[in-house]
């Protein structure tokens, strides 16, 4: 059974090898060929970002899988033999945090590489070394310290209960919604500083796009992301009337106010349509799966291994392969997911009004050329990994073609229109 996990793992990880290998060729033959959407050079750049991009990946693909056999094999040994502790509460949480500490430690380099060598070099990274060093230390600490409670309750939870894994899963998903609800005030508390849209003009229009699909906003608010990055981004955070709608300074700067309208008009066709809670439906699916699988593993497992069933043992297990299942899931979610982003950009589009759909793809077309996103992808690597579709096959959906983009053609055809 113990190979059979292994065996399950390796697949998964060779699967995962083959796509990055099959995404870094594809993007090297089409970035030497005709630009698309972009200019030569930015689509040469988006090119070699991506490249690169997936080539970290490559390399922590096989990191995360050295560190895999480490703990299956002396990994776990290792932190029952160097921490101490006679609560048996305390022991478990120490098991569990020595287990995260060692995984953040070793990620370090990476995350380090990535912002400051690889985002440095295409023009990302707006953050100091000393910035970076605090968002990585509050980070740290509140995985420390919120970390601690979760293990403690699932601990609780294993020790007190039968049908552990259901009243965990339980438990999980409530920890995950908790999350969704708090992460913008966090957010706004310890990283970005999140100050009321002062232009009324535009927090008018915003407000007239709520109304009519009946969001609900504590209020519209602009976060100073671009002391830390130069891309471009918008997110909806929370539940019921904790909800707020953020926009990084980044996209007000970057985009007109219709193009603006069109973009939170494609989030406000998520809310209506439901993706949010259909998004996180699939989540309590995956974490559902994910404890009953290991709720039910057969002791034979525990004894190759040379194991107890210590609560730790069983959750350190469950984060170890927590990424199988969700790679297993991606392609299922990633159909979901493409098909809701249809759905949002036709909704979109129709809020922004007379010739919302050129404004919608005007900005698709900033996006992709302000956040360097390689228009083109490997189909395979597309199926694993897109959570949303290639943005030409948008824009076909939009019924617009990629010459119309720019300013002048856009007001050709709305005079048209008229």
């Excluded at 390399?59 to 703990?71: A, G, Q, R, S």
């Excluded at 002062?198 to 504590?218: A, N």
Aim: glycine letters at 8%; charged letters at 20%; a neutral charge.
């Amino acid at each position: 059974m113990l190979m059979t996990i292994i065996a399950v793992y390796t697949l998964y990880v060779l699967i995962n090898l083959y796509t990055s290998v099959m995404q870094i060729g594809f993007v090297n033959q089409a970035k030497k060929a005709k630009a698309v959407l972009l200019s030569d050079a930015d689509f040469l750049k988006a090119g070699n970002y991506s490249v690169a991009k997936e080539k970290m990946t490559l390399l922590n693909t096989f990191v995360d899988y050295i560190l895999f056999i480490f703990w299956i094999g002396t990994g776990i040994k290792f932190l029952e033999n160097n921490i101490y502790f006679e609560n048996d509460a305390i022991l478990n949480i120490s098991m569990v945090l020595g287990f995260l500490v060692i995984g953040s430690i070793i990620s370090l380099p990476f995350t380090y590489y990535e912002k400051f060598v690889l985002d440095e070099k295409f023009g990302f990274n707006k953050s100091s070394l000393a910035q970076w060093i605090k968002d990585t230390l509050i980070s740290f600490i509140t995985t420390l310290l919120l970390g601690s409670l979760v293990i403690w309750g699932i601990y609780l939870i294993i020790t007190n209960f039968t049908l552990w894994w259901l009243w965990s899963f339980i438990f999980i998903f409530g920890v995950v919604i908790l999350i969704n609800m708090l992460y913008p005030a966090f957010r706004a508390m310890f990283f970005d500083k999140l100050t009321p849209l002062k232009d009324k003009d535009l927090d008018s229009e915003i407000k007239m796009l709520m109304d009519k699909t009946g969001f609900v906003s504590s209020g519209v608010f602009v976060s100073d992301a671009s002391k830390r990055d130069a891309r471009l981004n918008a997110y909806f955070g929370g539940f019921g009337k904790a909800k707020r709608v953020v926009l990084y300074d980044t996209l007000i700067e970057k985009l007109s106010t219709r193009e603006l309208l069109a973009v939170l008009g494609h989030e406000l066709g998520h809310f209506a349509h439901g993706d949010i809670y259909k998004n996180i439906a699939l989540v309590g699916f995956m974490l559902f799966s994910m404890f009953g699988i290991f709720g039910n593993l057969p002791d034979s497992i525990y004894t190759e291994l040379g194991l107890s069933q210590s609560p730790y043992v069983l959750m350190i297990l469950l984060m170890l392969f927590m990424p199988v299942l969700g790679f297993v899931m991606m392609p299922i979610m990633g159909i979901v997911s493409r098909h809701n982003e249809y759905e949002a950009d036709k909704m979109g589009s129709e809020l922004a009004g007379k010739g919302g759909e050129i404004e919608l793809a005007n900005a698709l077309k900033k996006l992709v050329t302000e956040n360097k996103s390689f228009p083109l992808s490997h189909p395979l690597y597309i199926f694993f990994h897109y959570t949303h579709p290639p943005v030409l096959e948008r824009l076909k959906e939009l019924g617009v073609d990629i010459g119309t983009l720019d300013k002048s053609s856009m007001q050709a055809k709305l005079e048209a229109d008229i």
